[in-house]
């Protein structure tokens, strides 16, 4: 009887379990799981939703981390990203920000009323913004934001050589009926994936209706007077915001 219990209770088999249970926290104490093994863990389970552990697992495999898929699981408790079915289930806006971070983008309208020679003239303004670094890009002015001008806009936009949009995967924009369909379809056939908000929720587009209301502010002249005298003056009226946001 003794045999057998400690045949069955070896010292292999109690480290294992231990091992098992306290993976992670002996991983690191030990210095096998490192921070960089940890940071593309998260960054793999927050980039894919729907990955469970194995499928993160065959993905380190291939690129030389050999983890179980026990010390996944760790890694994602410890940093209290939820298992795949929830994350499925409760993925958030800001989750989804934080995960594109890097390859966002914003994009919005506001306007600017002119007087000119032939009377009061409203100018759409189209501005641009790089989420991780708040870089602000000047796309148009127009009195006419008709479907080709936005499509010429698009392809500015995702130039080869110097579109706004190269390095991005995302462009966040609202409901505006100026962002077509046409408008859209030429950002997807470049690799980036418009990102229409529902409508009347600004706060989901924060830091570029930010920016938009910093810059009417500024813009405002007189202050109690939106309308300038001339395109120059519009211009001109601009150029304080825009010089520390470009």
């Not at 080869?160 to 962002?179: A, S, T, V």
Request: charged share 25%.
């Amino acid at each position: 009887m003794v045999i057998a219990i400690s045949t069955h209770f070896t010292i292999e088999r109690i480290m294992n379990f231990i091992l098992h249970t306290w993976q992670l926290y002996f991983l690191i104490l030990a210095g096998w799981v490192n921070r960089q093994q940890q940071f593309v863990i998260e960054y793999l389970l927050t980039e894919n939703p729907t990955w469970g552990y194995d499928r993160v697992q065959g993905a380190l495999a291939s690129v030389g981390y050999h983890i179980s898929d026990t010390t996944v699981g760790n890694v994602l408790k410890a940093h209290d990203i939820e298992p795949t079915e929830d994350r499925k289930r409760q993925s958030t806006w800001a989750t989804f920000l934080k995960a594109h971070w890097d390859v966002m983008a914003a994009i919005d309208f506001t306007t600017v009323e002119v007087w000119t020679k032939k009377g009061l003239v409203t100018f759409y303004l189209l501005f641009a913004m790089e989420l991780k670094t708040r870089r602000v890009h000047f796309a148009a002015c127009t009195t006419t934001a008709d479907e080709n001008y936005m499509k010429q806009i698009a392809k500015n936009l995702t130039d080869d050589e110097d579109g706004f949009l190269n390095d991005k995967r995302y462009l966040i924009m609202d409901r505006d009926p100026r962002f077509s369909k046409a408008f859209r379809s030429l950002l997807e056939q470049s690799d980036v994936e418009p990102v229409r908000l529902p409508p009347r929720s600004p706060d989901l587009n924060a830091y570029m209706e930010r920016w938009m209301r910093s810059l009417n502010d500024v813009c405002s002249w007189p202050p109690s007077h939106r309308a300038r005298f001339g395109r120059d003056r519009g211009n001109r009226s601009m150029s304080p915001a825009l010089r520390p946001a470009i």
